[in-house]
């Protein structure tokens, strides 16, 4: 009878340790999977490319109220994990490297809202990016409004938590590294004719 209970007790903590360990490689597991998280190029890459101008039309002009914008459509795959991936918050939103023409030149700091992608989950995500004027090198600007084809870049790293429901699983970062190819910016007339008017 003794025996048969230090034999159900060993068995006992055989299980539970089995448990523990099965329990341990799904966290190590969700560890290496936080690095998974994927972005990739959306069809179109990019599309709402123009140039908004906020001031009225009897204001005298000033490149402080041009502002330039696009949206880039993205695929965000989360398909490697079992949790939600969410990217920034209201506080804190992700800040991207934005390029005009080449990859090589000088990196606009671009603000994107916060956005989550659900375990197991691909989907498209809009990215709408939008820049002051004044931020541009004047001769890219006069491109620009000419209706130059000009191709535009979105690059970085983001910081990300895994949740199950408000608690965080695990953190990680994923890179983004988008390309729209040559397109071109057409913006409304009134808006080019004002714009030209300051270059």
Do not use: W
């Not at 130059?148 to 990680?172: A, R």
Request: hydrophobic share 40%.
């Amino acid at each position: 009878m003794i025996r048969r209970r230090i034999l159900t007790t060993a068995l006992a903590i055989a299980g539970s340790a089995m448990l523990s360990s099965c329990s341990l490689l799904d966290s190590v597991s969700e560890a290496f999977n936080v690095f998974s998280v994927k972005f990739s190029e959306a069809s179109p890459a990019v599309d709402g490319q123009t140039i908004t101008y906020s001031g009225g039309l009897l204001d005298r002009p000033s490149l402080d109220k041009f502002h330039f914008k696009m949206v880039f459509h993205v695929k965000a795959d989360n398909s490697a994990n079992t949790n939600k991936a969410a990217f920034g918050s209201s506080l804190v939103k992700p800040v991207l490297n934005f390029r005009i023409s080449s990859k090589s030149n000088e990196p606009i700091s671009a603000t994107i809202e916060p956005f989550s992608v659900n375990g197991g989950e691909t989907k498209n995500i809009d990215f709408p990016v939008e820049i002051p004027i004044t931020v541009i090198d004047r001769a890219m600007i006069r491109n620009i409004i000419s209706g130059n084809p000009i191709p535009y870049f979105l690059s970085g790293t983001v910081k990300f938590d895994l949740l199950e429901g408000t608690s965080i699983k695990g953190s990680g970062t994923s890179e983004l590294d988008l390309t729209s190819g040559e397109i071109e910016t057409r913006p409304p007339g009134t808006v080019t004719t004002l714009l030209s008017g300051l270059l």
